[in-house]
């Protein structure tokens, strides 16, 4: 296949393919760049050449994904790949780990809704630090209303990750609204009403229909 001729340093030359030389107009060691075959004739070979680094580079991700592969097969427990474990050293996760500890003082609920919560946002798919811990990172979070930052130094785990599991939690949970919250129907809303105005002894709570945090 041949072009119109080319000019590389002052030497008309005509450009072709699959033409070898030993001499080079790239790097002068005869494996990149341009080759011509001779000063007089010109021809230039265009082939393409792997490049070392770019080689190297695949070899390093070819590499990596191997040891991923083989690192979520050693960490497979319980149906689930883990690519954390919950650190039990951390003062927090202490209070979780033990059983007969109180939870309302650090998370605002009771063990009992921690485990709730815990085994209906569970799934076959979910990986990563585990669903307990996402929960707990959730709730410490929101009873507490600290920074990205803060939460993580008290889970140690790194704020990125605070930020990605509120929001893969609070998703989970806005799927599951109608199973978590239930709000009362037009019939019986007189009648909480009603119950309202006795507890605070007056008739300005006759539209209430709830308490938060309270």
Known sequence: ?????????????????????????????????VQLTSPSVGCIDLRCYPSPVAGAMARSNRRRR?????????QWQGGKGLYMQLNATAPILAVYANPEACLKK?????????VYLVQMLSSPKDHGWGQDIEVLVLLYSLAHGLSLSVVGSAF???????????????GKIKANLKTLIS?????????????????????????AAGAIDG
Do not use: W, Y
């Open 1 to 33: 296949m041949k072009f119109p001729p080319l000019r590389v340093k002052g030497i008309n030359t005509a450009a072709s393919f699959g033409t070898a030389s030993p001499l080079s107009a790239g790097n002068g060691n005869g494996r990149h760049g």
């Open 66 to 74: 191997r040891l991923r592969r083989i690192l979520a097969m050693c």
């Open 106 to 114: 650090d998370f605002r609920v009771k063990r009992s809704s921690v």
């Open 156 to 170: 140690g785990i790194p704020k990125s990750t605070v930020h990605r599991i509120i929001k893969h939690v609070t």
């Open 183 to 207: 709000l009362p129907t037009p019939d019986e809303l007189p009648e909480i009403a009603d119950g309202f105005c006795q507890l605070a002894k007056s008739p300005a709570f006759h539209r």
